[in-house]
């Protein structure tokens, strides 16, 4: 018959560290020191060469650091001198991923950042995943090794206003006073004939704009159905966004169609106001000494139907 050692408890002279053991095995308390372990651990661990837990590493409760055995307020607090401190590897084909889970009643919701090795070059991926676990990883942000910045899903949102794109590492004109692209929108607008300070009410109109950084590109048309007369300084009224004071020869605008006025299309002019959100109209004359001159139009519709449709740009704060 073989000879039989039963211990329940180990402990060192001072009793600080245990080893206990049961019939489901070991339990080690205490500061210990080895090279391989397989069960459950409590207490800090230390070792002078590489150690290798068989069946993982399960922290249940207090912190874990590694580097320190002061956990600064974390419960896993990395530290070192060297490069890389922290190096994660997947030895096998496909994501090397660190998920970031949040635990609910239905399984997991995470974001993940991953490195993805499908093709010859690594690249670095955001995904995300809903509440069920058994739903596949939306990639939402890719950066492959070319440096490009790929959103994938969703919008690039500049959340701050003011900022935006910049493009200070490109070459520069003499006159530049920004490279930052800090504003783009784009939508409808009304136009109104205004004569004086009476705007004309039987009328269709409408407009589109675009604005990109401080330009602004609009279209417009105006159709009116009666052949009332109005006098007064003609302005077309509704501007997306203002002319400062000092910009109104910073833009320009295109008659496309005039139909039906008591002057002839090549003599209807149209110009942006100053310090204004309305565009001035013009009747082009030729003075005395033979000098074409620029001069508000007070004008009457000759009919019905006439018709007014142009396009342009100009300069806003």
Not at 111 to 118: K, L, P, R, S, V
Not at 187 to 201: A, C, L
Not at 217 to 229: E, R
Request: charged share 15%; hydrophobic share 30%; with cysteine.
């Amino acid at each position: 018959m073989a000879s039989e050692i039963r211990v329940n408890t180990f402990k060192n002279r001072s009793g600080l560290g245990t080893v206990s053991i049961n019939d489901t095995g070991a339990s080690f308390s205490g500061v210990v020191t080895a090279t391989s372990f397989s069960g459950d651990l409590t207490g800090n661990i230390t070792s002078s060469s590489t150690s290798t837990f068989t069946n993982g590493l399960n922290v249940t409760g207090g912190d874990v650091g590694i580097g320190t055995d002061n956990p600064n307020a974390a419960k896993l607090d990395v530290r070192g001198s060297n490069n890389p401190l922290l190096k994660l590897t997947q030895t096998t084909s496909g994501i090397a991923r660190l998920n970031i889970e949040s635990e609910t009643n239905d399984g997991y919701q995470y974001a993940g950042i991953g490195i993805g090795t499908a093709s010859a070059d690594a690249e670095l991926m955001w995904t995300t995943l809903g509440f069920d676990v058994n739903v596949a990883d939306s990639v939402r942000l890719r950066i492959p090794s070319s440096g490009d910045v790929q959103v994938l899903t969703g919008n690039l949102v500049i959340g701050t206003s003011g900022k935006g794109i910049d493009f200070s590492a490109t070459s520069d004109a003499g006159g530049m006073d920004s490279e930052l692209l800090d504003d783009y929108e784009e939508g409808t607008w009304t136009p109104t004939y205004t004569f004086g300070t009476t705007d004309h009410t039987s009328m269709v109109s409408g407009g589109t704009y675009v604005k990109v950084g401080k330009m602004v590109f609009v279209t417009g048309y105006l159709y009116t159905n009666n052949s009332s007369t109005y006098s007064g300084t003609a302005t077309i009224t509704g501007l997306p966004f203002a002319i400062p004071s000092g910009l109104d020869n910073r833009g320009a605008f295109t008659i496309g169609q005039c139909r039906r006025f008591n002057e002839d299309m090549p003599n209807i002019k149209l110009y942006p106001g100053d310090n204004s959100s309305y565009i001035s109209i013009f009747r082009q004359s030729t003075n005395s000494n033979g000098v074409t001159e620029l001069t508000n139009a007070q004008f009457n519709f000759q009919s019905e139907y006439n018709i007014l449709s142009f396009s342009g740009s100009y300069a806003t704060s």
